[in-house]
């Protein structure tokens, strides 16, 4: 069983940065953000799989988040230039039956296996 805590959500003003971590129990190699702003559904944000080279992004992040990962399990969002459209709470979700993430079905709430319990993020104008 995969636990995620995440941890780095706050409050920003517009164009500020945040960086959230997720801390895995355990490697797995599909990761991904997802976000869920007030009274909407929940949407992925960017995913991983394997190394850095590997990466998906919702395209109204490209150029401001970036997802990385190191060699200890941890997950992490680096979202800067942070807009108010950014707001909602943030879940870090895991997929451990390795296997390969597809530019059409990284976004997939379904695709992943354990979700943290989600870190809030706030942009104010």
């Known amino acids: 069983q995969v636990q995620l805590v995440e941890s780095g959500g706050g409050s920003v003003q517009t164009g500020g940065s945040l960086k959230l971590s997720c801390a895995a129990s355990?490697?797995?190699?599909?990761m991904g953000w997802f976000r869920q702003p007030p009274g909407k559904e929940r949407e992925g944000v960017a995913g991983i799989y394997g190394s850095r080279t590997n990466t998906y992004y919702i395209d109204s992040v490209k150029g401001r988040f970036t997802i990385s990962r190191d060699t200890r399990n941890t997950l992490y969002l680096q979202m800067n230039n942070l807009k108010p459209e950014d707001t909602g709470m943030y879940f870090c979700?895991?997929?451990?039956?390795?296997?390969?993430?597809?530019?059409?079905?990284?976004?997939?709430?379904?695709?992943?296996?354990?979700w943290g319990q989600g870190t809030q993020v706030t942009v104010s104008s």
């Open positions: 979700a895991a997929d451990d039956r390795f296997q390969p993430l597809f530019s059409g079905t990284w976004f997939d709430t379904m695709r992943y296996t354990h």
């Open positions: 355990q490697y797995t190699a599909a």
